[in-house]
DNA sequence: CTGAAAGCGCTTACAG
DNA sequence: CTGAAAGCGCTTACAG
């Protein structure tokens, strides 16, 4: 059931079945119903979408690749909005969304071997196969939360003030012991001043130096620590354990998550927050607000920055100008979490 | 850049290369790695899918429609770890998961325009327009939660026996002031005699079967509040408002998210909860054990509901057996928010 | 182990 | 307004 079927049925050439479905401005109305109506009569659902990828040039996917699998990805709720924002974004302009995972074991690469338009990279090194795999094939892409990548348009949130600004609120709040919770980067309880940012990721180093310098101002000099993993892990929880054995008056905690789980661990020792411990997270998950008590962070706009990824990634596939970098505003959003400081 | 650019640069024939890059074991592995090694001098990243899906007429993708919107879906977290749960299992077998969105403003319908080799409908009428299209194309799909449609595999949960348990729960904690809170079907504080189920969701019908079987024990008769809706809207919004009123001393929810509606609603008021007003959810979403007091729900395993609808889908892609329906346990998890009733 | 032939189902200029 | 020609880039049997 092609259309030639169609075409031969109603002895036109196929080329006339092909313009009733795609250009409708190429026959005349009364043509155009008649193979419509043959077409719907023998059961044939219109042209085959993998042939016409083939002859335009063009799918109508595009991929996205998440820092780990979508599994892992999806237990997130920042990279959920994420993926969320920018599917609508990209439905408004006719574009479907394929979730690339990283290679199986089958063999299978998605990056290498899905048909596709583009792709948007979210919070990937720019060492990881997907993205190498993209480029390679020299596909339009989008980096968004990665490392600068030469040639490649680049989306992210502005870490630095977001991170300033909170680290600013607890100088104000009289705070001088201070400890900084981080992932994607191994430091135990160690003083600052230890802590290479080399091997940091943007985001991260971008917001260290931004609580850095916030709390220079009162010359506060707080202590790190952090995992090697990207998330929370056995090694993070032990470190904050330790942590709590002689708490700061503060954390400031790389995500709102990572803040809920030193909350949680404060609560099991009987520390208050915010009488005793002030935590402020970053991202404003939807979960900060509603937990007990409410969670004082900094806000990133995930809508506009799933926005901004879609559309640099669509005006690269309607070929027109290069977009321009772009640094999302963040702002402190302050809830119950923080207090003065007890000492 | 093609099969044929690296042929004639080695003098080679084109399915040669085509072999080195699909079937390894037809060439000598010497030859093999003379192309592959030209193919990444000249920059080539391999058989281009696009040509490749039609060849093979396999695109390695599956489709997934959601009840509205990707955008709308993802923000209900029982809808995102049902995505995650399939996109898993679905990468595992090699296959991608592309996000289909209803048609759009520009024409474009991605369960008719995109090339994929089957699709998961997620709660969905069969009248809707994607899952139409996906049939007139012949695609294997699986429809989970949603109404049957003969020759359509189904998944789903076991709505009623959660539900019973639920109901049980709060006629052995002596409640018989009970109002129901649903979705999906017009009720306005209605005693349950008056309501209609014809029309009714098999989700919502399984729930309030269980529901009322549960109540019907102590011969407590429910009232009944809904939207036409099928999420929370300002309808819904207003019937909890007038229920709270004169308020019931216990509340069957039909999902978590409206059963914490019903909690702020109550707070507002100065209703306590569960002191005086126990409330009941569904689904077991993340935020049930999270909030204060934390939600009595029902649990429904939405790993398991995405492994079962992917496996039924891979299974008919391998045209294996067909997949029986299935049924998914539920199971009520009582916490905080529901207790013995004040009268 | 290698290659010539046929085909996957469509669309894009272009000529009439 | 309609159609014959060429082509999109690959793979699947099959013959040597």
Known sequence: MTLKTIAEHLGVSRMTVSNAFSRPDQLSEDLRARILSAAEELGYAGPDPAARALARGRT???????????????????????????????????????????????????????????????????????????????????????????????IGIDNATGAYQAAEHLVKLGHTRVAIVVAALDADNAPASEISLETASPTIAGRLDGWMRGLQQAGVVPTILGTPALEMDEILRERIDRMLDDPPTAVLAYSDLVALEVMDRARDRGILVPEQLSIVGFDDNPIAARVSPALTTVRQDIDAKGDAAAHALLSLLREETPVSPQRLPTALVVRASTAHSPS
């Open 60 to 154: 109508g996917v595009v991929g996205m690749v998440l820092t780990n699998s979508p599994r892992d990805a999806f237990t997130d709720d920042v990279a959920v909005g994420f993926v969320r924002a920018v599917a609508g974004s990209l439905a408004d302009a006719g574009y479907s969304l394929v979730l690339l995972h990283s290679s199986g074991s089958n063999g299978v690469v998605p990056a290498r071997d899905i048909a596709m338009d583009g792709a948007i990279i979210y919070s990937c090194s720019p060492a990881a196969s997907a993205f190498t795999a993209l480029r390679e094939r020299r596909l339009p892409i989008v980096n968004v939360e990665g490392l600068p990548v030469p040639g490649v348009p680049d």
